[in-house]
């Protein structure tokens, strides 16, 4: 399997000097090694092959997935959320990271990553969550098998690893997808974590978005690597480079990927070379940091309009598949919209609820205190309100 | 906000953020050897934009957007450090300086004691701190009681934009690694400053005492002091005079200014942001009991963060130490002849 | 060493180590989702040898030796307690746990409550710590202030070789995750011991009286007990009865043991390893002083650590807290009338 | 330099669907990929070139290495030294990497690399200061270019990245070579200082000492990687596997790397296939990981053979040349035995000296208490030595 194998083994003995003995290479680098080139679909002579149904599938996904962020956007203008990190331009990566998946497998997002949990069903007030800020996780992971969105980068990565052992160890085929960031591969913990999922061959998934930024910082300031997915050999996976704005190609990718881990093959990294094509997050300004140009170049490979492209040369985009399709997110977009102007229900208790299994004494005491303060402000208020 | 410094020059208002800006500045342009390094510290400035022009002005080579690996640019640091620079990091909030925490723990703060002086560490570490502006989580930690307990660090915050400038200046100037915390939900606020004010570099291990008072001590630091400041204003109510001190170092420990306040007024609270248990006020508290146990007419109380993890944005109001519960507490100073225990009695 | 439990069944000597080991054994056998894992632990058994004879006995996937990153252990421990296991990590020394402290901090403590409950993370992670044993740099950090200072946690550690059994057990069955900080001077402490004493299983969260005595508390845990049960003998030369509190867990705070305690001898001395500043004990002091000020006749006073880097193997003697130094300490606890203040002033 | 140029230049825009606009791989992998098998110039047509000097030099320095370790570990034996990580059997890399070094130079060694910094020309006995306990690090770095042993694996490679980052930009042509284990390339911080080496183009040369184990964990556990060299190009810089135990092979691979370094090629990442032919350290039973048998296997591949089995063949091995140099090597054992004999001179005061640049108020303090406490003890002594 390594360079070593232990113990004992030997090379050719004897005849002194030649390579160490013990020592033999064991894995061939070359099939671990990614094409120059992205992997594409659209506009290449595999497209015609694709199924209808995925095609549409995706697209409906896609234009979903490009409303929602647009309206989590809007609600950051209204103060309904802290803060949002779009995905607008990656749509199609996020769309198939929850394609790509059954329902028992386990998906790590990080933080951009809250349509790929849509994508996955979850409900999008409940992905929100965190970023509305009544708590911190929305959901329960173990329910929709979505690990919570991750803020500290690469950290989510080892636990995808970790989950994925167990899951083999108990002898479910379960697979784990984790999403990361160009910036986020630079962690160690990106590294500790390919490192484990190759040595345990753990069937993971790691996919990583490239989308040319970590905030303000370009991937040429981030890595001199002929590519991020040069770095699976490394650990002894093979690495693969997509076009992260092709949908299917994405989908094909990742679900062989997630085929592989499963069928005990062990762990992949995928690299998709994308596109950010909003600000960082709401808060942020991108103009301070790269060229409209750019991001012009980039719109015109946008995903959603390459796979409208095929759709329409196989004749699979009649107009009212398209306007059922826009009415559809619409409404969704709506819903959402109307939930979350709502207030969230909120019981300040809640802060010492879960810390630990049982409360502690000195948590209990500092619960007491709050519940008299809330008291007192209530008390306060009411005296104010019954005044003239 | 008081300070105990008079303005002579022209002062106008500015932000903190401006003013920690100013420090790198001009820390930069008198000494060479000072490289700012960090994640978006270059061509974005920063996320909280105190690094600001700083690349334009100095060039990339001496404000460097690195790669996205907190260890990695503390440990790079280090050993510019060993060569003779003066590295200024800046770690992009607090829960992001752990992964760097094997670098700062078993390197930055042992270096110059293992080599025997021969390897300094004239190191800055920029960490924005605490909570208060509505972010996720991971991004409002009180983590100062983590430096104060790893010896050889220097660990300082600011709480006024005269002090954020001086601090600044004195923590790059430091030749031993400052954990400098910027108090983030003081960036925005403004006080009357100019750089040019007498004594612009505020002394490392040196508290301020911010409101002078006669019946109780407020010990604290960053983000609380304005807190405290009002709770002092609101306490003449009650017929209390605070004295008001700001810490400014808690790393090394101005014992000797907060003893001889705790003397005087016979009675003392700590307030910080911070957890309680585990945190720097059972420290503080401790040791001022030490000193001035026979001046006690109370036990030295804390007014803390809660014994949680920090919490979500629409909750931390309830959280955070406010008027209220600094007042409710300097109540239960004993003032009268009730000689009851303190809280959990 | 005296414990609290009466023996009923064969007892024979037993080092620390040893119940540690069958302690990781008895939990292994009972739990098949109990997961041992760390560098070394399986066929070598671990440095310690604290995990001797598991993977042979359980096998590769029980009891596991991983590649040699720490935040890569903890962070699939992390994982793997997010599927229903129950993992024991091990890490190899104390300051060899800094490269997992983002994993610790920002997941293992806080997860349950980021997930309102519906992740849990009962992960053990054994950390030998404390010095004594001649190690060179890097290998005898006391380093549970970093753990007391992080809510979500529970931080235990055994000073005796029935604790040592019956808390990692406990630590093991908790729903939460237990920092478990074996006090590495002690692993080869025998005692007579056996697993079949009555209560093997020692509570999270409550203190052990040690020694019962009437004119001073000694509060301390893990590698300072013994030192702290020796001075307490040799005081009573002095005319001192001490009694000497094992805090075994720092949290939960057994508040009810030690409150109690001090308020009927009025008078107390901290006594840890620990770096002084920023350490365990100003917590200690600081919350025993809060519930029981009134029943105090002198300031709680610490022994600890100095405020340094741990020295170098010929150095530690004179750093570690030692019988003279703790009688010294007693000594001012102002027991004729002079009552001047503590130290510094 | 990476997958993404930025900004705005642009790939094939206008034949849509392409790949991404401005994407363009820049860095050809293919020369940063290790060889197949470990260069290696002894036993090969390679080994007539070599230089007599050259190769009578390193003899003389292995030997004497392998003394300085079995002396070091038989002062352990006698209580003078703490512990002993020894060397022996990796002698080759351990000189080959002080030698490859100028003056200027900054070396970075592991808690294992004692050897490499005698061989560098340091003191013996303040090279074990560490290890026999007085302090932590017994000579001045600065002044010998030597960075302190580091215990804490893999944290010296981003030291020495910073350093040679900031020797470069100060204008000195100086290298920073940095000595760590197979298993310490686990850690993140091996990832995220080869990946600053990178981006940073830092006059740097990692060396991985490949021994097959760390402590007790055979490589097969640590990586399942084609060969560590093999992470290389995942940072986009040459990694290059040699045969750690032919002296002559390592001081080339080196000296190379040192010198593409210096001229402003950036770094490379050397792995160094070799084996530690005793236990960890003094401390350690390796009998309980690993079978006689491949120990045998690894001392007929002994670097000193291989290299005496050369000058052998070339006539470079007279039995005096022999001779001379195991009584230079027994002279210097013997006199690092006679001076680690002797106790260290230590000042408990020095606890409290360098914490920091000034001893502030509560250090004085201290430093004051156990300076009373030393008295007591000196009187206690006295009293009692009075006595008859
Ligand atoms: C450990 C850590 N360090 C720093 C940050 C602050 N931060 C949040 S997002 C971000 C950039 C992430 O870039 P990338 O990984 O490329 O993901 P993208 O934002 O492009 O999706 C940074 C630096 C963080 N969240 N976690
Ligand atoms: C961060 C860290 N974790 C764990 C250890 C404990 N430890 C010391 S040496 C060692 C094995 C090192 O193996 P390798 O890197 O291959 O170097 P070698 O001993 O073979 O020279 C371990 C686990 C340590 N020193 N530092
Ligand atoms: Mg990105
Ligand atoms: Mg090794």
Chains 1, 4 share one sequence.
Not at chain 1, 329 to 346: F, T
Request: proline residues 8%; charged residues 25%.
């Amino acid at each position: 399997m390594t360079v070593l194998e232990q113990p004992g083994s030997s090379g050719n003995k004897g005849t002194l000097p030649g390579p160490p003995p013990a020592w033999r290479p064991h894995v061939d680098p070359a099939p671990l090694l990614p094409d120059a080139t992205p992997y594409r679909v659209l506009g290449t002579d595999a497209a015609a092959r694709l199924d209808p149904g995925l095609l549409t599938s995706l697209y409906v996904h896609l234009v979903r997935g490009r409303r929602f962020n647009a309206q989590a956007t809007a609600l950051t203008r209204q103060g309904r959320l802290a803060v949002y990190p779009s995905s607008t331009g990656q749509e199609a990566c996020e769309v198939a990271a929850a394609l790509a998946l059954e329902d028992r497998d386990w998906l790590f997002p990080s933080y951009r990553d809250t349509l790929a949990t849509v994508a996955r069903g979850l409900d999008p007030v409940q992905a929100l969550t965190l970023l509305r800020g009544d708590w911190h996780t929305g959901y329960d992971p173990r329910e929709h098998r979505i690990a919570p969105l991750s803020t500290p980068l690469a950290t989510q990565l080892p636990h995808a690893v970790g989950l994925a052992h167990a899951a083999r160890l108990k002898g479910d085929d379960v697979v784990a997808l984790a999403m990361v960031g160009d910036g986020g591969t630079s962690e160690g913990d990106f590294h500790e974590a390919l490192n484990f999922a190759a040595v345990w061959q753990a069937p993971v998934v790691f996919l990583v978005q490239n989308n040319g930024f970590a905030i303000s910082v370009p991937l040429a300031k981030q890595t001199a690597a002929p590519s991020l997915a040069h770095k699976a050999v490394g650990y002894g996976m093979p690495g693969r480079l997509v076009d992260g704005n092709d949908a299917p190609a994405m989908h094909e990718v990742l679900t062989e990927a997630v085929r592989r881990a499963r069928e005990g093959g062990g762990p992949t990294l995928v690299e998709a070379i994308t596109y950010r094509l909003e600000a960082h997050t709401n808060a942020d300004d991108a103009t301070r940091y790269r060229a409209a140009d750019e991001v012009e170049t980039w719109r015109a490979h946008d995903p959603i309009a390459l796979l409208e492209r095929e759709l329409d040369a196989r004749g699979l985009l009649p107009g009212e598949f398209v306007t059922a399709t826009r009415d559809a997110a619409e409404e969704m977009a709506a819903s959402l919209r109307d939930r979350m102007n709502a207030d969230p229900e909120l019981d300040p208790m809640d802060l010492f609820r879960h810390v630990y299994a049982e409360q502690t004494s000195q948590l209990a005491e500092q619960a007491e205190q709050l519940r008299a303060e809330l008291a007192a402000e209530a008390a306060d208020q009411s005296v104010q309100e019954a005044r003239p | 906000m008081t300070t105990t410094t008079a303005p002579t020059t022209a002062r106008k208002p500015a932000a903190m953020a401006q003013a920690l800006n100013r420090a790198l500045r001009d820390a930069m342009a008198a000494d060479p050897s000072v490289h700012v390094m960090g994640e978006d510290v270059g061509t974005l400035g920063g996320v909280f934009r105190v690094t600001d022009g700083l690349a334009k002005e100095f060039g990339d080579d001496r404000c460097t957007d690195t790669p996205l690996a907190e260890a990695g640019i503390l440990g790079a640091a280090v050993g510019m450090a060993m060569y003779g620079l003066r590295p200024v990091v800046e770690m992009q909030f607090d829960a992001f300086a752990y992964p760097a925490f094997e670098q700062l723990a078993s390197h930055v703060a042992k270096m110059r004691n293992r080599t025997r002086g021969a390897l300094p560490m004239p190191l800055t570490i920029r960490i924005p701190y605490g909570g208060g502006i509505g972010g996720v989580e991971h991004h409002s930690d009180s983590s100062e009681a983590y430096y104060l307990a790893t010896p050889g660090l220097q660990v300082v915050t600011p709480a006024t934009v005269g002090d954020a400038y001086g601090l600044l200046r004195a923590a790059i100037a430091s030749d031993d690694p400052v954990v400098f915390l910027e108090p983030k939900r003081l960036y925005w606020s403004r006080a009357d400053w100019s750089p040019d004010d007498p004594e612009p570099v505020a002394p490392i291990g040196r508290a301020a005492i911010r409101r002078p008072g006669t019946d109780a001590t407020l010990i604290t630091y960053g983000p609380s002091l304005p807190v405290c400041l009002e709770a002092a204003e609101e306490a003449r109510a009650e017929g209390w005079d605070l004295e008001v001190i700001d810490l400014r170092s808690l790393t090394p420990f101005d014992d000797e200014t907060v003893t001889a306040s705790v003397r005087r007024t016979g009675r003392a609270v700590v307030v910080h942001e911070s957890n309680g248990f585990g945190g720097p006020g059972g420290e503080i508290a401790a040791r001022v009991t030490e000193r001035c146990f026979h001046h006690l007419e109370a036990p030295v109380l804390r007014v803390a963060g809660f014994d949680i993890p920090y919490p979500p944005p629409m909750l931390e109001r309830h959280h955070l130490p406010g008027v209220d519960r600094i007042l409710d507490t300097v109540a239960r100073l004993q003032w009268e002849s009730d000689r009851t225990e303190g809280r959990g009695d």
